[in-house]
T-cell receptor, first 112, second 113 residues
């Protein structure tokens, strides 16, 4: 079984809709991250959490919110989706001993 | 100016070629340097990790870091079609409560049989 899972894998929605992307991990890591990936822009950090009570904004948090329901679960919400939020979204966890991150398979989101 | 700049590619090479992938950075506080490989429709996976200047080898892959020039490279020897992927450099600064990675834009590599 995959260590980091994301649901859904693909989603098409309309402008103005609320969307939630979910991430679960079995690696036992405290640290979790949400990124978006766009062609030519690489991976950009949206939000990150170093433990259940700790939530931090990344470089592009506007229009997004997160919830850390448990050590293993970290959800990303788009309160009112807009077309320029069309992107590939990745969840990741990190190993604090090596600063390396482990990524989920991604969610391809299209906002029409 | 972006903190991390990566040669955008794309690169297309014949099987067996030596591939060189490069990133430069501006933040001298970066301490840890990584290369991730991302296959189509997959999440990035860690390929190489280093924290000191010099070379680190792992099979056909060599990661090179030059902190004085703020430059890192990934070399792939005897490239194979299975190496076709997007390669992302990443770097981090150790913070009190944990580290965040800053990624380059990625270089798409195609190795032709």
């Amino acid at each position: 079984d995959a260590d980091v899972t994301q649901t859904p894998r693909n989603r098409i929605t309309k402008t103005g809709k609320r969307i939630m992307l979910e991430c679960s991990q079995t690696k036992g890591h405290d640290r979790m991250y949400w990124y978006r990936q766009d062609p030519g822009l690489g991976l950009r950090l949206i939000y990150y959490s170093f433990d259940v009570k700790d939530i931090n904004k990344g470089e592009i948090s506007d229009g997004y919110s997160v919830s850390r329901q448990a050590q293993a679960k970290f959800s990303l919400s788009l309160e009112s989706a807009i077309p320029n939020q069309t992107a590939l979204y990745f969840c990741a966890t990190s190993d604090p001993n090596r600063d390396t991150q482990y990524f989920g398979p991604g969610t391809r989101l299209t906002v029409l | 100016q972006k903190e991390v700049e990566q040669d955008p590619g794309p690169l297309s090479v014949p099987e067996g070629a030596i591939v060189s992938l490069n990133c430069t950075y501006s933040n001298s506080a970066f301490q840890y340097f990584m290369w991730y490989r991302q296959y189509s429709r997959k999440g990035p996976e860690l390929l190489m990790y280093t924290y000191s200047s010099g070379n680190k080898e792992d099979g056909r892959f060599t990661a090179q870091v030059d902190k004085s020039s703020k430059y890192i490279s990934l070399f792939i020897r005897d490239s194979q079609p299975s190496d076709s992927a997007t390669y992302l450099c990443a770097m981090s600064v150790k913070e009190t409560s944990g580290s965040r990675l800053t990624f380059g834009e990625g270089t798409q590599l195609t190795v032709n049989p």
